[in-house]
Every structure is written in C-alpha cells, then in structure tokens.
C-alpha cells in the first residue's frame, strides 16, 4: 500500500500564488508516474500535471506556463507550483501515484485551494 498526504493549498488572490506538496510513504513502486489533478465542485476531476519518476512532464493545456510540476525522488515528494492563479483554478486538488508496471492507483486525500476574484 501506498499513501499520500497533500498540504499547501489555501485561499489566494487572483494572480497570486501557491505550492502544493505530496509525499508518499509505504510500499512506492520504483518506477511510477505521479501528478496531481482537480475537481471543481459539480465537475468531473481532471489532470493537471504528471511527472514520472524519469520521463517527459505533461500539463493540462489549461495550466501551460503557469504551473510547473516538480518531484524529488528521495524524499518521494512531488511538488506543484502555481503562478498566476485565476478564480477558475478553484477545486480540490488531488495527489496521484501510478504503478507504471502493475497499473495500481493511489490517490491522497485532497487539498483546497480556492483563489477570489
């Protein structure tokens, strides 16, 4: 089993800024792919960056130049900054870890991160 815990997110200006973070601990595949997604209230969740343990980074067309995620491997930990926050990056957003091999899916447990207008 794996787990993840998320922090960092809160309430922010428009074109303000936030960092989130998530580590994982347990049994962490060596080869796996993590990233965070979001799901706004009444929407469905989607992904909003991914980074694999060694590999291409990818982002939502929607976040492009304004989020860079980031990972650091030894201390299983991936990180996504947020620039330039607009009201519509409102929702909870959620850590991810994929087992690259055996296609095993964790999910932490959410954070808020609610940017005002």
């Known amino acids: 089993q794996v787990q993840l815990v998320e922090s960092g997110g809160g309430l922010v200006q428009a074109g303000g800024s936030l960092r989130l973070s998530c580590t994982a601990s347990?049994?962490?595949?060596?080869?796996?792919?993590m990233g965070w997604y979001r799901q706004a209230p009444g929407k469905q969740r989607d992904l909003v960056a991914y980074?694999?343990?060694?590999?291409?980074?990818g982002y939502a067309d929607s976040v492009k130049g304004r989020f860079t995620i980031s990972r650091d491997n030894a201390k299983n930990t991936v990180y996504l900054q947020m620039n330039s926050l607009k009201p519509e990056d409102t929702a909870v957003y959620y850590c991810?870890?994929?087992?690259?091999?055996?296609?095993?899916?964790?999910w932490g447990q959410g954070t808020q991160v609610t940017v005002s207008s």
């Open positions: 980074k694999p343990s060694s590999g291409i980074t």
């Open positions: 347990g049994s962490i595949p060596g080869i796996n792919v």
């Open positions: 991810n870890l994929i087992a690259t091999i055996t296609g095993d899916t964790y």
